[in-house]
């Protein structure tokens, strides 16, 4: 099957859908019991493959002995939503006055906000006839924002606990080297003690720190992957194993990984050989 749309002639360039073969609806072919149709790319894929479909005929409704000729393609869009599935789609010329009672819906292309624009739409209505209402005026944008509204808080709770997980992280690992270097301050006093310089020491424990970020990185970037794999259907246009988001995370939690081992390693390079010797 196939969606059934009834536009006007400016609808296609209007909306930005390219026109792909043919023509464009004209005012001409605005009139009663039009048997003039455009078709999108993915109701030429499926109905005339391999055809120019240009000038073809076909039957459709609960009269199928109604032709209709095809005059033009044009690209696929979403008729509904944006996560759903395309599905072929039929325009047909748009006649007011074989239609009286329906709602219209106008797709409008200006440069002027929101609020001079309605109030632009309002008195240009009203001026053609005072008792139709102008039920609602919304921009593309305030649509789209509609639809992706959970999308969008998914995004935002995901930047919070990504956050707070890198700063946990960091914590962590600037505890965790703490608590190491406190126990070999023996050693430390040792290594210092037969030469080993304050830089030595230093890169020592950058050392432990990077072997403890790798084995972090070995388990959590296929874990990232598999829980992008799990959320692939609530993305929008989006790759759950996007290279540049995985390169800029990893990058992040490096430089932030060198920061939180820089003060324990600074701490253990300033300890006193001596005193260290003298630990048990």
Known sequence: GALVNQVSEGIFKTLGIPLLAGRRFQQSDMRPNSDLVIVDKLFVERFFPH?????????????????YQIVGVVGNSRYHTLREVASPIIFQPYVAAGRPGWNISFAIRSALDTPQLARAVRKAAAAVDSSVPVVSIDTQTELIDQMLVFERLLGILSKAFGALALILAAI??????????????????????????????VRMVLKNS?????????????????????????????????????ALSLLVLIVVAGLASWIPARRAARIDPMAALREE
């Open 210 to 246: 990077a072997v403890l970020v790798a084995l972090g990185v070995a388990i959590g970037v296929p874990g990232a992957f598999l829980m992008g794999r799990a959320l692939k259907h609530t993305l929008f246009e989006l790759q759950p194993a996007d290279p540049a988001t995985i």
């Open 172 to 201: 962590g690992l600037t505890g965790l080297l703490g608590y190491a270097v406190a126990r070999r301050t023996n050693e430390i006093g040792i290594r210092m003690a037969l030469g080993a310089s304050r830089s030595d020491i």
């Open 51 to 67: 055809r120019n479909p240009i000038g073809q005929r076909f039957g459709m409704g609960p009269n199928p002995a109604n032709m």
